[in-house]
């Protein structure tokens, strides 16, 4: 079981990346996903999350990534994004994808790192001119 980031880099203010966690021997399909962020001297945090394939996605932003940030899946490819525009110099750290098989539904605490079982090794993304 395994997940693994993909499309991290350096990119200038105002730049856009586009992040991918694909899962190996793991069906997203079944599972809820938060991206974290790690800034460098801090604390791993959530900033995106989406609900498990089933129906409709239930889409969470934290506020300093809401209007910038979009994640988003693809079940054929049992991959989920990040498409991050807009991008500021705050925004730089180690991304990583979590998931966890949402057995009875959509998360409510989708920030929690302890809510997850399943991590990447994570992406660097540095925003410097």
């Known amino acids: 079981l395994q997940l693994v980031e993909s499309g991290g880099g350096l990119v200038p203010p105002g730049g856009s990346l586009r992040l991918s966690c694909a899962g190996s021997?793991?069906?997203?399909?079944?599972?809820?996903i938060t991206w974290f962020r790690q800034a460098p001297g801090k604390e791993r945090e959530g900033i995106s999350y989406i609900s498990n394939g089933n129906g409709s996605a239930i889409t969470n932003y934290a506020d300093s990534v809401q209007g910038r940030f979009t994640i988003s899946r693809d079940n054929a490819k049992n991959t989920v994004y990040l498409q991050m525009d807009s991008l500021k110099p705050e925004d730089t750290g180690i991304y990583y994808c979590?998931?966890?098989?949402?057995?009875?539904?959509?998360?409510?605490?989708?920030?929690?790192?302890?809510?997850?079982?399943?991590w990447g090794q994570g992406t660097q993304v540095t925003v410097s001119s």
């Open positions: 979590a998931a966890t098989i949402e057995w009875v539904g959509p998360l409510i605490n989708w920030s929690r790192l302890d809510n997850f079982d399943y």
């Open positions: 021997g793991i069906s997203l399909h079944y599972c809820g």
